[in-house]
T-cell receptor, first 115, second 115 residues
Framework: SQTIHQWPATLVQPVGSPLSLECTVE??????LYWYRQAAGRGLQLLFY??????ISSEVPQNLSASRPQDRQFILSSKKLLLSDSGFYLC??????????????FGEGSRLTVL | AQSVTQLGSHVSVSEGALVLLRCNYS??????LFWYVQYPNQGLQLLLK??????LVKGINGFEAEFKKSETSFHLTKPSAHMSDAAEYFC?????????????FGGGTRVLVKP
């Protein structure tokens, strides 16, 4: 069966420090991968998605970047965190639309607090 | 283009009462529709999905939703609320067959269950 893991689960970082959140998927190959952010009162915002290794699409201009160095690994990064980067970050994956009708499967989330 | 509107960011119900969460969508092609539930500090879990088969869809935890094309709606219901139903619920839409396959989420509805 397929599983998705994110880490760290919680993170408290000072303003201006770097960030790295990691997400890995097991039990599938060539998944579409996604990073979402939930900020207080703002619902789910799609940040990045990837359809393959090295292929990253950004949905909104921001202080963050994403990379996909391996087929089942998706990393969210920042060189210098801002207060506004605080939030709950969710990684998700999706298999072939023809196979599983397009729903996303989410990781457990990473809570980032920037102080 | 596709979009989702969830009416009511907060809903309060008494234990044992009907739960009704409203979702309306817009899509230029036949959609696939989903309801997700999120418990505090956790990722999103799929409750149910509509993929152009039966219009009345049954999901986990006693929830069901009915796809009504004429009303462009996909409301979520549960006949009798339980304390464990307290969570945030998200409706989502994807255009069937769309390349890139990006899910669009509604703003979410937080459910409070009163004893």
């Amino acid at each position: 069966s397929q599983t998705i893991h994110q880490w760290p689960a919680t993170l408290v970082q000072p303003v201006g420090s770097p960030l790295s959140l990691e997400c890995t998927v097991e039990g599938t190959s060539n998944p579409n991968l996604y990073w979402y952010r939930q900020a207080a009162g703002r619902g789910l915002q799609l940040l990045f998605y990837s359809v393959g290794i090295g292929q990253i699409s950004s949905e909104v201009p921001q202080n963050l970047s994403a990379s996909r160095p391996q087929d089942r690994q998706f990393i969210l990064s920042s060189k210098k965190l801002l207060l506004s980067d605080s939030g709950f970050y969710l990684c998700a994956w999706k298999g072939d639309l023809a196979v599983n009708t397009g729903e996303l499967f989410f990781g457990e989330g990473s809570r980032l607090t920037v102080l | 283009a596709q979009s989702v509107t969830q009416l009511g960011s907060h809903v309060s119900v008494s234990e044992g009462a009907l739960v009704l969460l409203r979702c309306n969508y817009s899509s230029s092609v036949p959609p696939y529709l989903f309801w997700y539930v999120q418990y505090p500090n956790q990722g999103l879990q799929l409750l149910l999905k509509y993929t152009s088969a039966a219009t009345l869809v049954k999901g986990i935890n006693g929830f069901e939703a009915e796809f009504k094309k004429s009303e462009t709606s996909f409301h979520l219901t549960k006949p009798s609320a339980h304390m464990s139903d307290a969570a945030e619920y998200f409706c989502a839409v994807i255009q069937s067959g769309a390349a890139g396959n990006k899910l669009t989420f509604g703003g979410g509805t937080r459910v409070l269950v009163k004893p």
